[in-house]
């Protein structure tokens, strides 16, 4: 890239002339092509893409167009790259940016508001009144990448300062990604008032944002925190984080059962992720009077309301869009506090150059899929459910996980997990980069490492031990307290 002497580089992480990129062409048609690497101006700074995570509205632009805007229209056969939930580092600094360094990891928001409308001025740049006004004058008006420019299912991108936000070294590229869903469901708590503490909180659906809804609720100390939804197997990764109770709405009312699991009264908040034909009905009549409901998902077809019970009870309802007024930081806060574990949702991880496949599985939930996750850097295809890993590690060790050991052979297990991992490490370390190895604080031997990185072969096998050694530190502690906390 030509970034001229205005741009501020690093010959630490060489920036190419072109990168890969998906691009729309009809509806539903992605193809792998070469773009050249955007050059960031004022304000701005070019990200190296590490990790983008699939969200269900990708999906929707993909197939049918709608939110994106691109030249005041559809999005498609414009060039337009989407994808949105995206994390990486920081590889070139605009004229007079100073907030961030190069080689800093970030997380992204969507929205870069146009700064001058009434609504960013009161900080709701998710509402711009110019949104999608500026394609082709990034530099000015709003900008949301995936949406109305060009977003993360690339190699590079660039992003506002103001959409940034900063990741600890022991945050994972996946956990990252997941920062921008965490921070829809904050905005939305924070629309309803966001002191919650106490409070009575219903979450519908249990999709991504609907499980880490629960999470952020919990972790504001909300109580109840009840999660309605359709499928067993996600209603029980919301107990994981942090569900009182759960429903299962095939079997029950909904809106009976949780006025019986609330003292038989409605509760404070409703925040409806569902997007169900009768999501929003069932919410008006879960709640108390005087209650809020928040609409954090997006119906496919009109939604018949009953307006009578909004007003007679003096309900009140609140449509969110995207992670307004800063709730990205805040939700990133909780997660680097280690407040809920949000890689409980993080179900799959693929290569960039195999986006038809995740989106496959995003879209269709093969093998019970959550988020999944897309990697610009070669990486192997895998699951990481919690059982799998706990299977892996049993297998390792050679016993069950069992809590009724005595110490002396809690610390021998330990012990032989550690050497396992060891020796894996050795197998498997010297594919990586030294930036890799140290990210997942791997160590080893120059002359081992020396010898390796002319042999060892890049192997499916490599990447799974890769990433158990990656969770090594952790487990010790998880086994102690019998629960896998990065599963």
Same mark, same amino acid.
């Given at each position: 890239?030509?970034?001229? %002497?205005?741009?501020?580089?690093?010959?630490?992480?060489?920036?190419?002339?072109?990168?890969?990129?998906?691009?729309?062409?009809?509806?539903?048609?992605?193809?792998?092509?070469? &773009?050249?690497?955007?050059?960031?101006?004022?304000?701005?700074?070019?990200? !190296?893409?590490?990790?983008?995570?699939?969200?269900?509205?990708?999906?929707?632009?993909?197939?049918?167009?709608?939110?994106?805007?691109?030249?005041?229209?559809?999005? $498609?056969?414009?060039?337009?790259?989407?994808?949105?939930?995206?994390?990486?580092?920081?590889?070139? *600094?605009?004229?007079?940016?100073?907030?961030?360094?190069?080689?800093?990891?970030?997380?992204?928001?969507?929205?870069?508001?146009?700064?001058?409308? &009434?609504?960013?001025? %009161?900080?709701?740049?998710?509402?711009? *009144? /110019?949104?999608? +006004?500026?394609?082709?004058? +990034?530099? &000015?008006?709003?900008?949301?990448?995936? $949406?109305?420019?060009?977003?993360?299912?690339?190699?590079?991108?660039? /992003?506002n300062i103001n959409t940034l936000v900063a990741i600890p070294d022991g945050m994972s590229d996946e956990e990252a990604t997941l920062v921008v869903t965490?921070?829809?469901?904050?905005?939305?708590?924070?629309?309803?008032?966001?002191?919650?503490?106490?409070?009575?909180?219903?979450?519908?659906?249990?999709?991504?944002?609907? *499980?880490?809804?629960?999470?952020?609720?919990?972790? +504001? #100390?909300?109580?109840?925190?009840?999660? @309605?939804?359709?499928?067993?197997?996600?209603?029980?990764?919301?107990?994981?984080?942090?569900?009182?109770h759960v429903v299962n709405v095939r079997n029950e009312d909904a809106v009976e059962a949780v006025r019986r699991l609330n003292g038989g009264k409605g509760v404070d908040y409703v925040i409806e992720c569902s997007g169900a034909p009768n999501a929003v009905n069932d919410a008006i009549r879960m709640v108390s009077r005087g209650g809020k409901v928040c609409l954090a998902a997006f119906p496919h077809q009109e939604t018949p309301v009953d307006v009578a019970q909004i007003v007679r009870n003096n309900i009140y309802l609140y449509g969110i869009r995207g992670e307004g007024r800063s709730a990205t930081h805040r939700a990133e806060a909780l997660m680097s506090q280690k407040r809920f574990d949000a890689t409980k949702i993080h179900t799959h991880t693929f290569a960039l150059d195999d986006l038809p496949t995740a989106i496959r599985y995003a879209k269709d939930r093969v093998d019970d899929a959550i988020k999944v996750v897309v990697k610009a850097k070669g990486v192997a295809a895998h699951r990481v459910a919690a059982s799998r +890993?706990? %299977?892996?590690?049993?297998?390792?060790?050679? @016993?069950?996980?069992?809590?009724?050991?005595?110490?002396?052979?809690?610390? %021998?297990?330990?012990?032989?997990?550690? /050497?396992?991992? !060891?020796?894996?490490?050795?197998?498997?370390?010297?594919?990586? #980069?030294?930036?890799? !190895?140290?990210? $997942?604080?791997?160590?080893?031997?120059?002359?081992?490492g020396a010898c390796h990185d002319q042999n060892v072969a890049r192997t499916h096998a490599g990447e799974r031990l890769a990433r158990a050694q990656y969770r090594e530190r952790t487990f010790e502690a998880a086994k102690v307290e019998g629960c896998f906390r990065h599963g």
């Open positions: 890239m030509d970034a001229g %002497a205005a741009v501020e580089t690093s010959p630490d992480f060489p920036i190419p002339e072109t990168m890969k990129a998906w691009v729309l062409g009809n509806p539903s048609e992605l193809a792998l092509t070469r &773009k050249p690497v955007p050059m960031p101006k004022r304000a701005e700074v070019l990200v !190296r893409i590490d990790a983008v995570a699939i969200c269900a509205t990708d999906l929707e632009i993909i197939d049918h167009g709608s939110p994106a805007l691109i030249q005041g229209g559809m999005p $498609f056969n414009k060039n337009f790259t989407p994808g949105h939930e995206y994390m990486g580092t920081v590889v070139g *600094l605009g004229p007079g940016v100073d907030e961030y360094r190069i080689g800093q990891r970030v997380t992204v928001e969507i929205h870069a508001g146009c700064g001058q409308c &009434k609504r960013c001025r %009161a900080g709701m740049y998710t509402s711009c *009144l /110019n949104y999608g +006004l500026n394609y082709g004058e +990034l530099d &000015k008006g709003h900008r949301a990448n995936g $949406f109305t420019t060009d977003g993360g299912f690339c190699e590079y991108q660039v /992003n965490a921070g829809t469901a904050m905005y939305g708590l924070t629309e309803l008032g966001g002191l919650v503490a106490g409070e009575s909180v219903v979450v519908t659906g249990p999709g991504p944002i609907g *499980l880490l809804g629960v999470a952020v609720a919990k972790a +504001l #100390s909300a109580s109840p925190v009840i999660l @309605t939804g359709t499928r067993d197997n996600r209603l029980r990764i919301g107990r994981e984080l942090g569900a009182d +890993l706990r %299977a892996l590690v049993s297998e390792m060790a050679g @016993t069950s996980p069992a809590m009724t050991m005595h110490s002396e052979e809690m610390r %021998a297990q330990r012990l032989r997990i550690r /050497n396992v991992m !060891r020796r894996a490490s050795l197998r498997v370390s010297s594919r990586m #980069s030294p930036v890799s !190895r140290r990210r $997942f604080g791997i160590s080893m031997p120059a002359t081992i």
